[in-house]
């Protein structure tokens, strides 16, 4: 049974490029790398198209393992049957390890007459089985049923239909219920939402990552100042992981204490397959005298790593790579494990933390108007951006409890 991969292809000029293989030849699959050129020229991120790829690779595993085959079926006047499609939305909704391991034993199994009653019978042996967030499986079937419709066009344009008006019909309606089946994102509770750290979180995650603490989790020095030099600049700025990755050295203005923080989509300077990125606005930010310490002490070390004056990238690996985004993650995945009171810290809880505390400091200072504005300058968000009501979880129900137990103080002191 073929497998399929996604690469990202690196161009010359530094664009990225992910396309769906054929993992045995290696070879791009035309329709689906037509449908990602497109994404591409109506000006879409890499990582939107990305998602996208990945979501039609999975749909390609899908139907191969049921031995489906897309073109065939145009040219047949069809495109999914009703049971492929609920096979489909079902799939969507397991861990792609699971799927992976369901292929696996498909693959020696002897096949059947109807794919979809095979597709089915494979989702149904699922104990065991996790399934992942709805709000995952409503972004791959989304991508998958755009990809549908786009494969409707094309198919039409080609005159690959016999009747290429039955197969417009068909193929529509298999598209509209695909869609009408994508489940609903659920609200997350408040508990399960990403929360700021406190006081005491903030301070235990600092002194573990103090260099030449014992209780630090890395033994090498460079990884200690590095490390913590991360941690707080991402506390003091409120910066995105792609942001910091991002930085440059000449970002820095050590003359004024600022670091500049760019978006370089497809920057040629960069080596990293996978580019992080900048989501939001370009943006100057101030820093305090305590970020400009490390800054001038982390420089130093970098300068001593010889890889690392090939490249302008402030953040490097120990060998002077850039760093990349699995290795931030596998730092907070360090600490996580060293800290068992916070098994959500990431890198995007600062974000939040940044938040929190800037809400806290300017209560009372400025009016709502300008607590907005300066929040979504800092951040890269626009002025309409309504994106704080993400990062502000916790100051609100901190507020929403102390209004609570004022005016019962009130209520019960007056019957008293």
């Not at 409120?238 to 370089?264: P, T």
Request: hydrophobic content about 40%; overall charge positive.
């Amino acid at each position: 049974m073929p497998q399929f991969v996604v690469v990202i292809v690196v161009m010359k000029s530094g664009e990225r490029m992910p396309l769906l293989c054929d993992a045995e030849s290696g070879l791009g699959l035309f329709e689906p790398t037509a449908y990602a050129l497109t994404m591409r020229s109506r000006g879409r991120a890499v990582n939107t198209i990305s998602q996208a790829v990945r979501s039609v690779q999975l749909l390609y595993q899908i139907l191969s393992a049921n031995g489906v085959d897309l073109i065939e079926r145009a040219k047949a006047n069809e495109l999914l049957t009703l049971g492929e499609v609920e096979a489909i939305v079902d799939q969507c909704r397991m861990r792609k390890a699971d799927l992976d391991s369901i292929y696996q034993r498909s693959s020696s199994e002897q096949p059947v007459q109807l794919a979809d009653a095979r597709i089915r019978r494979q989702a149904k042996e699922r104990t065991s089985i996790d399934s992942v967030d709805s709000s995952t499986a409503l972004i791959r079937l989304k991508y998958i049923a755009q990809y549908l419709a786009w494969f409707t066009e094309y198919a039409y344009l080609q005159k690959l239909p016999k009747d290429r008006e039955v197969f417009n019909k068909v193929a529509q309606k298999a598209v509209k219920a695909l869609s009408a089946r994508s489940p609903v994102a659920r609200q997350r509770s408040s508990a399960a939402r990403k929360r700021a750290l406190d006081d005491a979180s903030r301070h235990a995650l600092l002194e573990l990552t103090k260099p030449g603490s014992k209780l630090n989790p890395w033994s090498m020095s460079f990884l200690q100042q590095r490390n913590d030099f991360i941690i707080r600049l991402l506390l003091g700025t409120g910066m995105r992981k792609g942001e910091l990755l991002g930085l440059k050295v000449g970002d820095i203005n050590l003359a004024e204490s600022k670091v500049f923080i760019a978006r370089r989509a497809d920057d040629p300077e960069d080596p990293r397959r996978i580019q992080p990125t900048t989501k939001t606005y370009d943006r100057e930010l101030r820093l305090g005298s305590d970020l400009m310490i490390l800054i001038k002490q982390y420089l130093p070390l970098r300068a001593q790593i010889p890889k690392a004056k090939k490249h302008p990238y402030l953040i490097v690996s120990q060998n002077g790579s850039p760093l990349s985004i699995n290795s931030v993650d596998l730092v907070f995945a360090t600490l996580r494990s060293h800290l068992s009171d916070l098994p959500q810290l990431s890198a995007h809880i600062l974000r939040h933390t940044w938040n929190n505390r800037f809400s806290e400091l300017v209560e009372g200072v400025l009016t709502p108007e300008q607590e907005k504005k300066v929040r979504n300058y800092i951040m890269g968000w626009s002025d309409q951006s309504r994106s704080a009501e993400n990062y502000t979880v916790r100051y609100v129900e901190q507020q929403a409890h102390k209004a609570l137990i004022d005016i019962q103080s009130q209520l019960f002191e007056a019957a008293k």
